[in-house]
């Protein structure tokens, strides 16, 4: 198994989204966009990846071959991230945010199915792998935090189309993996989707992202607000992340004993805690500090007990449409969804609300996961 260049993929492509979601929507605010059309933006990176993956991985079912599409999704990124530069008002940029987001969003589940095919059944050990993607989002944050107090905000755009470069050049690295062979009769994908505990997973999915909106998009701006700085606010995310590194190293022993079902409920509840917590008491440091360990929970095992469901779910030739199927439906339709009316609600009812509003998103995806995800999980 290539594991660092499997891990050096995941360190290139999460730094991207260290530098991307914590603090576009302080760039989206320089260049004067309003609440309402910064909640529309981040909503257009987020419905490219419901289509996008689905399409690229429909492409690499039936052809098989997973690396080139990673490869040609992470060059068109890069070259059409260049745009970002030139586009000048909202549609303009709506439309490069749009493209650049459809290629980008395209190369992380074709990229999960290839470890997954190389861990075959050591897929608890996934997390040792996919902290190396933690550790680059730590870095980029705790980067930029520190230059946005020193410089203006174009440093942003021209860090992520720095590391765009990077998950290109690590996607050359990376050598062909097809998935294993399954020799149970697996049906069509409609088979497996009609499934009422597959609809609850990806339902659970999907509110799950929803609640984490708000946060991705206006967390950053929330913060400032309240008197903290740029290099202060970077080093909250960086918090948050560091303690879902710490999770990834125990994950494989966590999902052992407990299973993926109630490691994935236990996550749903403290992301109810957090969200409660930071739109009531976004003064009281101590608060937010603890708030942003929780992410260990809110990303870290949520994210690792739902890779591992897909893979429970999804087998064989299913294998690439089902990391699609979790990617498009969690971070593309609840993202969307969730960051469009984030959006909206920080106008209307305000911050604070508006993260109690996600509290409760969280709250019915415990009841779904709860009531039919399947106990032969745990």
């Known amino acids: 198994?290539?594991?660092?260049?499997?891990?050096?993929?995941?360190?290139?492509?999460?730094?991207?989204?260290?530098?991307?979601?914590?603090?576009?929507?302080?760039?989206?605010?320089?260049?004067?966009?309003?609440?309402?059309?910064?909640?529309?933006?981040?909503?257009?990176?987020?419905?490219?990846?419901?289509?996008?993956?689905?399409?690229?991985?429909?492409?690499?079912?039936?052809?098989?071959?997973?690396?080139?599409?990673?490869?040609?999704?992470?060059?068109?990124?890069?070259?059409?991230?260049?745009?970002?530069?030139?586009?000048?008002?909202?549609?303009?940029?709506?439309?490069?945010?749009m493209l650049f987001s459809f290629f980008w969003n395209a190369s992380l589940p074709q990229f999960e199915a290839v470890t997954m095919s190389y861990l075959g059944e050591r897929i608890k050990h996934y997390s040792r792998i996919r902290l190396w993607g933690s550790i680059g989002f730590i870095l980029a944050v705790s980067a930029l935090g520190f230059l946005l107090d020193r410089m203006s905000v174009e440093v942003i755009p021209q860090l992520v189309l720095l590391l765009y470069l990077g998950i290109w050049l690590s996607s050359l690295l990376v050598p062909e993996r097809g998935a294993a062979p399954h020799h149970e009769a697996q049906g069509s994908i409609l088979t497996v989707l009609k499934r009422p505990a597959v609809i609850a997973y990806l339902a659970a999915c999907f509110l799950m992202q929803a609640s984490h909106s708000a946060y991705y998009a206006f967390y950053s701006i929330y913060m400032e607000e309240h008197g903290?700085?740029?290099?202060?606010?970077?080093?909250?995310?960086?918090?948050?992340?560091?303690?879902?590194?710490?999770?990834?190293?125990?994950?494989?022993?966590?999902?052992?004993?407990?299973?993926?079902?109630?490691?994935?409920?236990?996550?749903?509840?403290?992301?109810?805690?957090?969200?409660?917590?930071?739109?009531?008491?976004?003064?009281?440091?101590?608060?937010?500090?603890?708030?942003?360990?929780?992410?260990?929970a809110t990303f870290g095992t949520f994210h690792a007990a739902a890779i591992h469901l897909v893979h429970h779910y999804f087998v064989g030739k299913h294998q690439g449409r089902g990391q699609a199927l979790y990617s498009s439906i969690s971070f593309g339709a609840g993202g969307a969804v969730g960051s469009l009316l984030s959006g909206y609600l920080w106008s209307g009812i305000g911050p604070g609300p508006t993260f109690w509003v996600a509290a409760g998103y969280a709250a019915l995806a415990v009841v779904i996961a709860w009531r039919w995800i399947d106990r032969e999980t745990d």
Not at 15 to 32: E, I, M, N, Q, T
Not at 233 to 241: E, N, R, Y
Request: proline share 3%.
């Open 1 to 97: 198994m290539p594991y660092w260049r499997l891990s050096g993929f995941y360190l290139f492509y999460f730094a991207s989204l260290g530098a991307l979601l914590p603090f576009w929507g302080v760039y989206l605010k320089d260049r004067g966009f309003s609440s309402a059309e910064i909640g529309e933006l981040m909503a257009v990176i987020m419905v490219s990846k419901l289509v996008a993956p689905n399409i690229w991985g429909w492409i690499a079912d039936h052809t098989g071959q997973r690396m080139p599409i990673v490869r040609i999704a992470s060059l068109l990124s890069l070259m059409i991230f260049v745009g970002v530069f030139y586009a000048e008002g909202f549609w303009t940029l709506a439309l490069v945010m």
């Open 228 to 296: 903290y700085s740029s290099t202060f606010v970077g080093q909250m995310w960086s918090l948050g992340v560091v303690a879902e590194v710490l999770i990834f190293l125990v994950m494989h022993r966590l999902l052992q004993r407990w299973g993926a079902r109630k490691v994935l409920i236990a996550s749903l509840l403290i992301a109810v805690l957090r969200w409660l917590l930071i739109g009531a008491a976004p003064d009281q440091l101590w608060i937010m500090l603890f708030a942003q360990i929780l992410h260990a």
